[in-house]
């Protein structure tokens, strides 16, 4: 069986399945708290300069990527496929809180060899009571999970798959997936609608369906950044370089995304898209 696996794992590698070349460079654990995302690097059971590259995304759930003394990719497991027993690797609790690695070079009664995939901070950690599946459209549902008084959290799920991870602590939290935003208030609450600008939107001034004005701008440092005007005055600039941002003014919601992605809510107002006005 030992052989087996070996000689599946050099013809996934002479094969050169999956056409990307991944990295390895440092085999350290490395833990983005703002984008709620960790890595780390570590020696595959087959040796050989062989590695498997570890993420673990709030966003995505846990994955694991195989490559060979080249940064050749060989094969990988994540939430659509936990497992590949034909080269000896999965993930155990690959949506869970702490989901570990498992690996090993052959079969049969083999023990597998276990490594903890990065751990994320607590505002990216899902935790609490799941209070609710709220369903948004046709593909996509929000698991709510009460932590404590005004502290929820959010899971979004697309076709079933995690696609988002949101904390509203104090705070509100937001999700744009595709064309649809989600916004969880800290008391649990939700609001979501359809109509974005963007990804990418062009720099400038936005309107809302109330007439409220959005300035959209980039900082090459702090990111996107969104100011609005309301019957209240202009604001500062709020940027968002990593997780959406939920600007709030009475009944007017926008969200901001650090790709660029811009949207806006307007309680008791049907939902449109924001309108470009120019720079």
């Given at each position: 069986?030992?052989?087996?696996?070996?000689?599946?794992?050099?013809?996934?590698?002479?094969?050169?399945?999956?056409?990307?070349?991944?990295?390895?460079?440092?085999?350290?654990?490395?833990?983005?708290?703002?984008?709620?995302?960790?890595?780390?690097?570590?020696?595959?059971?087959?040796?050989?300069?062989?590695?498997?590259?570890?993420?673990?995304?709030?966003?995505?759930?846990?994955?694991?990527?195989?490559?060979?003394?080249?940064?050749?990719?060989?094969?990988?497991?994540?939430?659509?496929?936990?497992?590949?027993?034909?080269?000896?690797?999965?993930?155990?609790?690959?949506?869970?809180?702490?989901?570990?690695?498992?690996?090993?070079?052959?079969?049969?009664?083999?023990?597998?060899?276990?490594?903890?995939?990065?751990?994320?901070?607590?505002?990216?950690?899902?935790?609490?009571?799941?209070?609710?599946?709220?369903?948004?459209?046709?593909?996509?549902?929000?698991?709510?999970?009460?932590?404590?008084?005004?502290?929820?959290?959010?899971?979004?799920?697309?076709?079933?798959?995690?696609?988002?991870?949101?904390?509203?602590?104090?705070?509100?939290?937001?999700?744009?997936?595709?064309?649809?935003?989600?916004?969880?208030?800290?008391?649990?609450?939700?609001?979501?609608?359809?109509?974005?600008?963007?990804?990418?939107?062009?720099?400038?001034?936005?309107?809302?369906?109330?007439?409220?004005?959005?300035?959209?701008?980039?900082?090459?440092?702090?990111?996107?950044?969104?100011?609005?005007?309301?019957?209240?005055?202009?604001?500062?600039?709020?940027?968002?370089?990593?997780?959406?941002?939920?600007?709030?003014?009475?009944?007017t919601i926008v969200v901001l995304t650090?790709?660029?992605?811009?949207?806006?809510?307007?309680?008791?107002?049907?939902?449109?898209?924001?309108?470009?006005?120019?720079?």
């Amino acid at each position: 069986m030992r052989i087996a696996l070996r000689a599946a794992v050099a013809a996934l590698a002479l094969t050169g399945v999956g056409v990307g070349t991944i990295t390895t460079a440092h085999a350290t654990t490395k833990t983005e708290a703002a984008n709620c995302v960790g890595t780390a690097t570590v020696a595959s059971a087959y040796g050989a300069g062989f590695k498997v590259k570890l993420v673990s995304s709030a966003d995505n759930g846990a994955s694991a990527t195989l490559v060979d003394n080249k940064g050749r990719f060989v094969a990988r497991v994540d939430q659509s496929k936990s497992a590949n027993l034909s080269v000896g690797i999965r993930i155990n609790g690959v949506l869970s809180a702490k989901p570990v690695f498992q690996q090993r070079s052959q079969g049969g009664p083999t023990p597998w060899k276990s490594v903890a995939f990065p751990a994320l901070s607590a505002s990216c950690t899902q935790k609490g009571k799941l209070v609710r599946t709220q369903k948004l459209d046709a593909h996509q549902r929000a698991q709510i999970f009460k932590v404590a008084d005004q502290h929820y959290q959010a899971r979004v799920f697309k076709d079933n798959k995690l696609v988002s991870f949101v904390d509203a602590n104090v705070r509100s939290g937001a999700a744009v997936v595709g064309n649809r935003t989600f916004v969880l208030i800290s008391s649990g609450e939700t609001l979501t609608w359809t109509g974005v600008a963007g990804p990418k939107a062009k720099l400038g001034r936005y309107k809302l369906v109330n007439g409220v004005k959005v300035k959209l701008v980039h900082d090459k440092k702090k990111g996107y950044g969104a100011q609005g005007t309301t019957g209240h005055g202009t604001f500062p600039v709020v940027y968002a370089p990593a997780r959406p941002v939920v600007l709030q003014d009475d009944a007017t919601i926008v969200v901001l995304t650090s790709n660029g992605t811009l949207s806006g809510y307007v309680y008791g107002q049907k939902q449109k898209a924001p309108v470009y006005l120019g720079a």
